[in-house]
């Protein structure tokens, strides 16, 4: 399996890009600001929890803007990744109906149009960190491992949801609901292990976005190092639903068509 996984990737990954710029392009064919919404949207929303959590609630944590926006960033690819993998076949129907290729490759595409996303309001959060003269320190380099861990976590569950869309057709609300609960549990706007003093700190550990948020804002913001060993616990996850969501998706894929 993991031999015709690497060839599939390679043989189809030049198709998976070439989508993933023909639906960014199509996304602001329209709009009048184009890309430029893909920083407001976030940017107005960390506006918004920066002046509700900040002033309002009198946040104390240091360079709040930028802690915000890194919470933000990570948390909408994650979000609109799993959001739009579950309906990614039935969309898709037209192309999966007719020709055959690794139906993996639909969610690695949407990975490359979030991920798009996410290194745009990533060079918004450098040049942030840049006006608030945030302190930099050799711990930025473990931007890399952290992200690298969030996109391999996040290809992992799009796989079985992408499988499971197929047939479950509420699993979309489902989803709605759960990652909404999983928003307030992930501190996008607050310290998860300060404000819930009672379990925040083993909640940080088992909510694997909670945790490589709070490790990217450790060491991008305020130069310290993240927990390694649960930085290769979640490694280790991450790989394995990665590699038991392509299992399942090659041993499912052909009946996808009879049920859509």
Same mark, same amino acid.
């Given at each position: 399996?993991?031999?015709?996984?690497?060839?599939?990737?390679?043989?189809?990954?030049?198709?998976?890009?070439?989508?993933?710029?023909?639906?960014?392009? +199509?996304?602001? +064919?329209?709009?009048?600001?184009?890309?430029?919404?893909?920083?407001?949207?976030? #940017?107005?929303?960390?506006?918004?929890?920066?002046?509700?959590?900040?002033?309002?609630?009198?946040?104390? /944590?240091?360079?709040?803007? *930028?802690?915000?926006?890194?919470?933000?960033?990570?948390?909408?690819? !994650?979000?609109?990744?799993? #959001? &739009?993998?579950?309906?990614?076949?039935? @969309?898709?129907? +037209?192309?999966?109906?007719?020709?055959?290729?690794?139906?993996?490759?639909?969610?690695?595409?949407?990975?490359?149009?979030?991920?798009?996303?996410?290194?745009?309001?990533? &060079?918004?959060?450098?040049?942030?960190?840049?006006?608030?003269?945030?302190?930099?320190?050799?711990?930025? @380099?473990? !931007?890399?491992?952290?992200?690298?861990?969030?996109?391999?976590?996040?290809?992992?569950?799009?796989?079985?949801?992408?499988?499971?869309?197929?047939?479950?057709?509420?699993?979309?609300?489902?989803?709605?609901?759960?990652?909404?609960?999983?928003?307030? +549990?992930?501190?996008?706007?607050?310290?998860?292990?300060?404000?819930?003093?009672?379990? $925040?700190?083993?909640?940080?550990?088992?909510?694997?976005? &909670?945790?490589?948020?709070?490790?990217?804002?450790?060491?991008?913001?305020? $130069? /310290?190092?993240?927990?390694?060993?649960?930085? @290769?616990?979640?490694?280790?996850?991450?790989?394995?639903?990665?590699?038991? $969501?392509?299992?399942? *998706?090659?041993?499912?894929?052909?009946?996808?068509?009879?049920?859509?």
């Amino acid at each position: 399996m993991l031999k015709r996984a690497f060839y599939d990737l390679k043989k189809y990954f030049r198709y998976s890009v070439v989508s993933a710029k023909s639906k960014l392009k +199509a996304e602001v +064919a329209n709009s009048y600001l184009n890309w430029l919404w893909w920083i407001l949207d976030p #940017l107005c929303f960390m506006l918004i929890y920066t002046f509700i959590f900040g002033y309002v609630f009198n946040a104390k /944590e240091q360079y709040f803007p *930028v802690f915000i926006f890194i919470g933000l960033s990570m948390w909408d690819f !994650f979000n609109k990744t799993l #959001l &739009a993998s579950v309906k990614t076949i039935k @969309l898709n129907k +037209a192309i999966v109906s007719r020709v055959y290729f690794p139906k993996f490759i639909l969610v690695l595409s949407k990975i490359w149009i979030n991920g798009f996303k996410m290194m745009i309001s990533f &060079a918004v959060v450098f040049l942030m960190m840049i006006f608030f003269r945030v302190q930099l320190s050799l711990n930025v @380099l473990f !931007f890399v491992p952290v992200l690298l861990i969030l996109v391999l976590f996040t290809f992992g569950c799009s796989c079985f949801l992408m499988h499971y869309g197929v047939y479950v057709e509420d699993l979309s609300n489902v989803l709605n609901v759960v990652l909404r609960f999983v928003f307030y +549990a992930t501190g996008i706007f607050y310290n998860i292990e300060t404000r819930i003093p009672q379990f $925040g700190v083993l909640l940080n550990k088992l909510n694997p976005v &909670a945790f490589l948020i709070t490790s990217m804002r450790q060491s991008l913001i305020y $130069g /310290e190092t993240p927990d390694w060993t649960l930085l @290769l616990i979640w490694l280790f996850v991450s790989v394995l639903l990665v590699l038991l $969501g392509i299992r399942k *998706v090659y041993k499912e894929e052909n009946s996808y068509v009879k049920a859509i």
